[in-house]
C-alpha cells in the first residue's frame, strides 16, 4: 500500500506524520511543492499521482484560513477548494486509488442548524456568510463523492472535521483561526504589559475545537482498515465552548493578567457549532480523547517553543 498525503505539509499533515509513525505506517506527504503540485490545475494534479503511484489518498489540501480572511477572499475560497476537489477525484478515478480519504469541514453545515449538528442536516440551510464560499465548495465536493462512488465505485470516505486547533498551526494574524489567534495576543500582551487584549466579535458565538492529534487518530484507524463509507462522518470535540470563555481559559493558560475587550468588528460568525459524533463512534469506535485544556496547554508550549513558525 502507498499512502499519498496531499497538504502534508500542513498542520494537520505535521501531526498525521506523528501519527502514522506511531503506528509504523508509511506515506508520502506532499505539499505545493513550489508550485509543482498544484492541486488547482488538473495537469499538475496528474503529474503528482504519476510520480508517486498512490494506492490510497489522503486529502488533507484547501485554501482555508479564519473569518477574516473568508470574508476578505471568498471567490478564491470557493474557486480554489472546488478546483482541488474535482481535480482530486477524477484522479482518484484515472489512477484507480483504492480508497480516497477526505478532509471536509464544518462550516459547511447551516447558519442555523439543530444542536447537535447531525450529518443528515448538511443541506437543510445556507451556511453562515462569512464561511458560505469555503462550506459550500467542501459539502459539493462531498456530494461530488458520493456521485463518483455510484458512477465510477470510488471508494470515498469524507470527514466534517470541527475547528481544528493544535501543534504546527497557523499563528499568521492574516491567516490564523480563534485558537492560535488568541494564543498569539495573549503572549504577546504578557510579553509587552499590554493592560487589555482587544477580541474579534462579542463572544457569545461557541465552537466545537478538536485537538488536530485527535483527527489524525480517526485517519490512521481508517487507513489500517481500510474503512470506506458512503454517507460524510462528524468527527469532533463532543463538546462546545463559548469564545467568551474560551478566550478567558487561554489567558490563564498563558499567565496574562490583564483586561480583555470584545470590539464587536468583524463578525461572530455561526453562532453555535458542535457535531454530533455519534456515527464516528458507531462505524470506527472513535472519540475524541483530547481535552480542551490539555491541548491548549500543549499548543500553547508547542508556539512557545516555535515562535518563527507561521
Same mark, same amino acid.
Given at each position: 500500500?502507498?499512502?499519498?498525503?496531499t497538504?502534508?505539509?500542513? =498542520? +494537520? =499533515?505535521?501531526?498525521?506524520?506523528?501519527?502514522?509513525?506511531?503506528?509504523?505506517?508509511?506515506?508520502?506527504?506532499?505539499?505545493?511543492? $513550489? =508550485?509543482?503540485?498544484?492541486? /488547482?490545475?488538473?495537469?499538475?494534479?496528474?503529474?503528482?499521482?504519476?510520480?508517486?503511484? %498512490?494506492? &490510497?489518498? +489522503?486529502?488533507?489540501?484547501?485554501? +482555508? $484560513?479564519?473569518?477574516?480572511?473568508?470574508?476578505?477572499?471568498?471567490?478564491s475560497?470557493?474557486?480554489?477548494?472546488?478546483?482541488?476537489?474535482?481535480?482530486?477525484?477524477?484522479?482518484? @478515478?484515472?489512477?484507480?486509488?483504492?480508497?480516497?480519504?477526505?478532509?471536509?469541514?464544518?462550516?459547511?453545515?447551516p447558519?442555523?442548524?439543530?444542536?447537535?449538528?447531525?450529518?443528515?442536516?448538511?443541506?437543510?440551510?445556507?451556511?453562515?456568510? /462569512?464561511?458560505?464560499?469555503?462550506?459550500?465548495?467542501?459539502?459539493? *465536493? *462531498?456530494?461530488?463523492?458520493?456521485? !463518483?462512488?455510484?458512477?465510477?465505485?470510488?471508494? /470515498?470516505?469524507?470527514?466534517?472535521?470541527a475547528?481544528?486547533?493544535?501543534?504546527?498551526? &497557523?499563528?499568521?494574524?492574516?491567516?490564523?483561526?480563534?485558537? %492560535?489567534?488568541?494564543?498569539?495576543?495573549?503572549?504577546?500582551?504578557?510579553?509587552?504589559?499590554? %493592560?487589555?487584549?482587544?477580541?474579534?466579535?462579542?463572544?457569545?458565538?461557541?465552537?466545537?475545537?478538536?485537538?488536530?492529534?485527535? @483527527?489524525?487518530?480517526?485517519? &490512521?484507524?481508517?487507513? *489500517?482498515?481500510?474503512?470506506?463509507?458512503?454517507? %460524510?462522518?462528524? +468527527?469532533?470535540? =463532543?463538546?462546545?465552548?463559548?469564545? !467568551?470563555?474560551?478566550?478567558h481559559?487561554?489567558?490563564?493558560?498563558?499567565? !496574562?493578567?490583564?483586561?480583555? @475587550?470584545?470590539?464587536?468588528?468583524?463578525?461572530?460568525?455561526?453562532?453555535?457549532?458542535?457535531?454530533?459524533?455519534?456515527?464516528a463512534?458507531?462505524?470506527?469506535?472513535? /472519540?475524541?480523547?483530547?481535552?480542551?485544556?490539555?491541548?491548549l496547554?500543549? &499548543?500553547?508550549?508547542?508556539?512557545?517553543?516555535?515562535?518563527?513558525?507561521?
Amino acid at each position: 500500500m502507498t499512502i499519498l498525503i496531499t497538504g502534508g505539509t500542513g =498542520g +494537520v =499533515g505535521k501531526n498525521l506524520q506523528t501519527s502514522f509513525q506511531r503506528n509504523n505506517l508509511s506515506g508520502l506527504f506532499v505539499g505545493r511543492e $513550489g =508550485g509543482k503540485y498544484d492541486l /488547482t490545475c488538473y495537469d499538475k494534479t496528474r503529474q503528482l499521482f504519476l510520480d508517486t503511484r %498512490p494506492t &490510497t489518498v +489522503v486529502f488533507l489540501s484547501a485554501n +482555508v $484560513g479564519g473569518i477574516g480572511y473568508n470574508k476578505a477572499n471568498p471567490a478564491s475560497l470557493i474557486r480554489d477548494n472546488l478546483l482541488m476537489g474535482i481535480n482530486m477525484l477524477d484522479a482518484a @478515478v484515472e489512477f484507480n486509488i483504492r480508497n480516497l480519504y477526505i478532509t471536509s469541514t464544518c462550516c459547511s453545515y447551516p447558519k442555523f442548524c439543530s444542536i447537535p449538528q447531525k450529518e443528515d442536516d448538511l443541506w437543510n440551510g445556507f451556511p453562515e456568510e /462569512t464561511n458560505s464560499g469555503y462550506g459550500i465548495s467542501k459539502k459539493t *465536493i *462531498i456530494k461530488m463523492s458520493q456521485d !463518483y462512488r455510484e458512477q465510477f465505485g470510488l471508494k /470515498t470516505t469524507c470527514f466534517i472535521l470541527a475547528n481544528l486547533y493544535g501543534l504546527y498551526d &497557523t499563528f499568521d494574524p492574516n491567516r490564523s483561526h480563534v485558537v %492560535p489567534a488568541l494564543i498569539k495576543k495573549f503572549i504577546e500582551a504578557k510579553e509587552t504589559n499590554k %493592560p487589555f487584549v482587544e477580541c474579534w466579535g462579542t463572544g457569545k458565538a461557541s465552537r466545537d475545537l478538536l485537538f488536530s492529534g485527535d @483527527v489524525c487518530d480517526i485517519i &490512521t484507524k481508517s487507513i *489500517i482498515n481500510h474503512f470506506d463509507y458512503h454517507d %460524510p462522518i462528524n +468527527v469532533g470535540s =463532543g463538546s462546545d465552548i463559548t469564545i !467568551y470563555d474560551l478566550a478567558h481559559l487561554i489567558k490563564e493558560l498563558t499567565g !496574562y493578567h490583564g483586561n480583555i @475587550v470584545f470590539t464587536g468588528e468583524v463578525s461572530d460568525g455561526q453562532p453555535k457549532r458542535l457535531l454530533d459524533t455519534s456515527r464516528a463512534k458507531k462505524l470506527l469506535n472513535w /472519540t475524541a480523547t483530547t481535552t480542551l485544556t490539555d491541548g491548549l496547554k500543549q &499548543t500553547i508550549a508547542w508556539y512557545q517553543e516555535n515562535r518563527e513558525y507561521r
